[in-house]
C-alpha cells in the first residue's frame, strides 16, 4: 500500500480556528486532519502514516478498531471540551447554562459539517490511536482517529495541553 502523496489535503486550516474558541487558562488546543488517497487495491498499513507524519511515531502506535459512532462521540466530547457538565450547569447544578450549552452544540455542528464535506463517501474501517500518556505536559484531553474507505482515508486529531 502505498500513500498518493499529492492527494494529501490538510484540514488545517478549517478546523483549528474551532481550537482557537476553547476557552482555558493555561492551555493550547490544536484541532486538525489530513484526507489522502492510497493505491487502489492494497490494503492501508499504519506504517504508511510515516508518509505523513514523517516527523512522528504514530506509525508505531498502536491503533484499535472502533466503531464510528464511538469515534463521533469522543470527538463531540473533546469539542465540547470547556462546556463539560460541571460548566453546562448552575453551581447548586440545577440550572442549564443556555448559552455554553448552544457554544458547545454549534461547535460540534460545525466541526462536523466541515469534516463530512471531506470524509470518504462510504466508511469501512475506524480506528483509534490508543493514547500514550504524555509526560512533559499535562494532556486534557487528545485524540487520533483514521477513517478508512476502499482507496480514501481521513485522519482527525486534537488535543489540549497544559
Not at 514523517?54 to 473533546?78: G, M, Q, R, T
Not at 462510504?122 to 500518556?133: A, C
Request: glycine residues 4%.
Amino acid at each position: 500500500m502505498k500513500i498518493l502523496k499529492d492527494s494529501v489535503i490538510s484540514l488545517y486550516d478549517k478546523l483549528n480556528p474551532l481550537a482557537d474558541r476553547l476557552q482555558g487558562c493555561n492551555y493550547v488546543a490544536f484541532i486538525s486532519g489530513e484526507t489522502f488517497k492510497f493505491t487502489v487495491d492494497s490494503t492501508f498499513s499504519f506504517d504508511n502514516l510515516k508518509d505523513l507524519f514523517p516527523e512522528d511515531d504514530l506509525a508505531y502506535s498502536n491503533f484499535s478498531l472502533i466503531k464510528f459512532i464511538d469515534a463521533k462521540k469522543e470527538i463531540d466530547e473533546c469539542i465540547g471540551f470547556d462546556n463539560d457538565e460541571a460548566h453546562l450547569f448552575s453551581p447548586d447544578g440545577f440550572e442549564l447554562t443556555k448559552d455554553k450549552l448552544k457554544k458547545m452544540l454549534s461547535d460540534q455542528k460545525e466541526y462536523w459539517e466541515i469534516v463530512f464535506s471531506f470524509m470518504p463517501s462510504s466508511i469501512k474501517k475506524v480506528y483509534k490511536l490508543d493514547n500514550v500518556d504524555c509526560f512533559l505536559s499535562c494532556t486534557f484531553w487528545n485524540f487520533c482517529f483514521v477513517f478508512l474507505s476502499d482507496n480514501e482515508g481521513l485522519i482527525l486529531y486534537g488535543s489540549v495541553e497544559d
